[in-house]
């Protein structure tokens, strides 16, 4: 089966900056798939890029097995929710989602908008100007938007950073259940750990540039391929005793052939996790079911971990 989008070594560079660099992805028919990073690691120059607002310096991109590097974007098929949703201020609801279908001169324009709207929860502000509704309601109407024309592939950039925590969590699953519907593929991106865990039936998490790695959350969590994915992704950064590294849980408290004194601890429920360093100053965070006080000495031993290679730095750039 041909994969829907594919990137292939594709590298964009803005003056001096390698945004992006020799740059691989395939996301497949149907994926949920959620780029991860920090802010400005490229995330919405990697969008643009596909959307084809942006030209690659090097490399290749494919839609459906097409090669479409050098397409302009209404020649893409592709539909992209913008992190400020980028509606027009001056229409309705209706004519926000109604424009696309105007643009290509699809037909039954009308039909469709109803539909769509109705699927969204929004057909009773299909008169009001995009000025008037929530920023939950503008979130559903740019997704109406993307939706109405039937793309090929969709692109969200960020949607959901701007609404409020209560909001964001239930646009959150709204979103996943849309796109299991639509059975289409998305590439979402996200700073959120939890977005991306919550949403990402795979994830690239983005460093320098490129990939770090790609898997599922769990996959990433249990097994990082680096240390500075173990660093970065979870709760709390991975530990590592020289190029051992180990997660807070992966360890038992009490005996052992390890040492830490404890500066602070953290109850979450009814686990605790202790935070300290070793002798050598070396930081560390262990999960715990009793408190301890700062100050304490503690022993502790490791009862799972992963062997990095030499080569591999954890600092995160
Ligand atoms: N049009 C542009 N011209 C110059 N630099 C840009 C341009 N767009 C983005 N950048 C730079 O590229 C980097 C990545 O930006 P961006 O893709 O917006 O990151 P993110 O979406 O992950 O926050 C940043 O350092 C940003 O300043
Ligand atoms: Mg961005």
């Known amino acids: 089966m041909t994969a829907k989008l594919e990137l292939r070594n594709v590298t964009k560079t803005y003056g001096k900056t390698n945004v992006i660099s020799d740059m691989s992805l395939t996301v497949e028919e149907g994926e949920f798939f959620v780029v991860l990073g920090p802010s400005g690691t490229g995330k919405s120059t990697l969008l643009k890029l596909i959307v084809g607002i942006e030209q690659p310096d090097k490399g290749k991109v494919f839609i459906d097995g097409k090669d479409v590097t050098r397409l302009p974007p209404n020649k893409r098929n592709i539909a992209m929710v913008f992190q400020n949703y980028a509606l027009y201020p001056n229409m309705t609801v209706y004519q926000n989602i109604a424009f696309p279908l105007k643009m290509h001169r699809i037909a039954n324009p009308k039909q469709k908008v109803i539909d769509i ?22 979130q559903r109407v740019a997704l109406a938007r993307a939706i109405v024309r039937n793309p090929s592939i969709f692109l969200l950039d960020e949607p959901l950073s701007n609404l409020d925590a209560r909001v964001r969590y239930t646009a959150r699953s709204e979103l996943k259940k849309l796109q299991q519907e ?41 097994n990082p391929s680096t240390p500075w994915i173990g660093d970065f992704v979870g709760d709390f950064p991975m530990n590592f005793i020289g190029r051992m590294g180990f997660r807070p849980e992966w360890t038992t408290v009490g005996s052992g052939e390890y040492s830490m004194t404890v500066d ?9 996790f202790l935070h300290g360093s070793m002798d050598d100053g070396n930081r560390m965070i262990l999960k715990s079911t009793v408190r301890e006080k700062p100050g304490n000495s503690i022993k502790f031993s490791i009862t799972r971990h992963i062997a990095f290679e030499q080569n591999q730095s954890k600092s995160i750039a």
Not at 185 to 214: N, P
Not at 264 to 272: A, F, L, M, R
């Open 264 to 272: 602070s601890e953290e109850s979450i429920g009814d686990v605790v």
């Open 117 to 138: 709207s109705a699927k969204l929860n929004i057909s009773d502000i299909l008169n009001k100007r995009v000025t008037q509704i929530s920023g939950g309601q503008q």
């Open 182 to 222: 639509l059975g289409q593929s998305f590439l979402f991106v996200t700073h959120d750990q939890k977005e991306a865990e919550a949403l990402g039936d795979r994830i690239g998490v983005l460093h320098s540039g490129k990939f770090e790695q790609i898997a599922t959350y769990k996959d990433m969590y249990e």
